[in-house]
């Protein structure tokens, strides 16, 4: 008789879904209940890590080419070009600024430039995170 | 909030934490891993969204919003619980754990001879 993961895989591509959509609300409402962009990142990073135990690592690689490393810099891009684009209006760095907007769907909605600062920090920790993760269990 | 809504919130939490300690008491009591897994993984899912469920109702007739979060952990914890507690107990086959001695089925020992 060989064993299989049927049913650990199968849950997976459900619940997979679920916590990416989670992180992804966990990240957006950081401004004005629990989370932001580190609780976000984490979430996702674990969900990936469930994708990566229920299949190896080369699918997974497959099926999501993203490169870890680089997407810290990116993070790490985002957070010093927010802070930065605060020079360019005579103002200290790391100055944000925020105003409404009326979005097409979405109605009025007011938009920060500290949502651009916490994707750099939600990258970062992705990036980060699978890292550590991957470069552990790549190691055979 | 009406006494009626009250009534069901407190049997909702209550039978909840009536089941959580019901399945502290298999895991307890229990001879071996498959029973005791079966004890912990099944009625502890039923207890934690009895628990869950009352969360719900009262957020939903003291505020009137439906917590979505709370609908979401009860969803996913009736999705994965059981698939947790099939993988422990799927690992301890597998590793050799030996069922008790009450035992008088083993199916996966029967199919492997095949």
Redo the contacts between chains.
């Keep these: ?1 060989k ?1 299989n993961d049927l ?2 895989q199968t ?1 997976t591509k ?2 997979v879904f ?1 916590i990416l959509l ?1 992180s992804l609300h966990i990240f957006f409402a950081g401004h004005y209940y629990p989370g932001g962009g580190f609780v976000g990142g984490l979430l996702t990073s674990g969900a990936l890590v469930l994708l990566l135990l229920a299949f190896d690592i080369k699918t997974v690689a497959n099926s999501l080419p993203f490169n870890f490393r680089i997407m810290i810099a990116i993070g790490l891009l985002f957070a010093i070009g927010t802070g930065a684009g605060a020079l360019f209006f005579n103002v200290p760095f790391l100055t944000h600024a925020f105003d409404y907007f009326n979005l097409p769907l979405l109605g009025k909605t007011s938009l920060h430039t500290a949502v651009l600062f916490d994707i750099g920090v939600y990258l970062c920790v992705v990036g980060a995170t699978m890292t550590i993760i991957q470069t552990i269990g790549g190691s055979e | 909030m009406n006494v009626v809504i009250e009534w069901i919130i407190a049997i909702f939490v209550l039978l909840g934490t009536f089941l959580s300690l019901v399945s502290a008491f298999g895991v307890l009591r229990l001879p071996d891993v498959y029973t005791r897994n079966h004890a912990a993984s099944k009625s502890t899912t039923l207890g934690v969204l009895c628990t869950l469920l009352g969360t719900l109702i009262f957020f939903y007739t003291s505020d009137g919003v439906i917590q979505s ?1 709370v609908l ?1 952990g009860i ?2 914890i009736f ?2 619980s059981p ?1 947790a507690g ?2 422990i107990s ?1 690992a301890a086959y ?1 590793t050799g754990v030996d069922l008790s001695n009450y035992s008088v089925r083993d199916d ?1 020992a029967r ?2 001879k ?1």
């Design positions: 008789m064993t049913i650990l849950t459900i619940a679920i989670f | 979060r979401l969803l996913f999705i994965t698939v099939h993988l799927r597998e996966i199919d492997k095949k």
